[in-house]
């Protein structure tokens, strides 16, 4: 398996876990860009928002409920961004779809 956030979901490379739900698996990012900086991921290997299908709906709404629940986690109380970059010009670096939940500061808009 060379997908690397695939070998994170299997335990495989060590992550600072923050939550884990039947579908999905929270983690700190390992270059945090926020006070809080946590990834979230479906344990099933997506390529990104732009490849998902039909069949991936509920999965997807549990990313982004899991996104909540880490805000509530680390108890976020002013507002958090939820980012999915998705493919080359959304500056996807990671080819297996995350979702990013930046909080902590105040974040710049519009993005660079
Ligand atoms: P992207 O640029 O694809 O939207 O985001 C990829 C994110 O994954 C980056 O913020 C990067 O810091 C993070 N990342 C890359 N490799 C690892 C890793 O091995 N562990 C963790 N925790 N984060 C990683
Ligand atoms: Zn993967």
Known sequence: MSCI????AAGEIPAQRVLESEGVIAFHDLNPQAPVHVLVIPKRHIDSVG????DDAALLG????QCRR?????NVTRGFRVVLNTGENGGQTVPHLHAH???G???GW???
């Open 62 to 65: 549990e990313v982004l409920l």
């Open 51 to 54: 490849t998902a299908g039909e």
């Open 105 to 107: 500061r105040s974040l």
């Open 5 to 8: 956030f695939c070998r994170i």
């Open 70 to 74: 880490v805000a509530d986690a680390l």
């Open 101 to 103: 939940v930046l909080a």
């Open 110 to 112: 519009p993005p660079g």
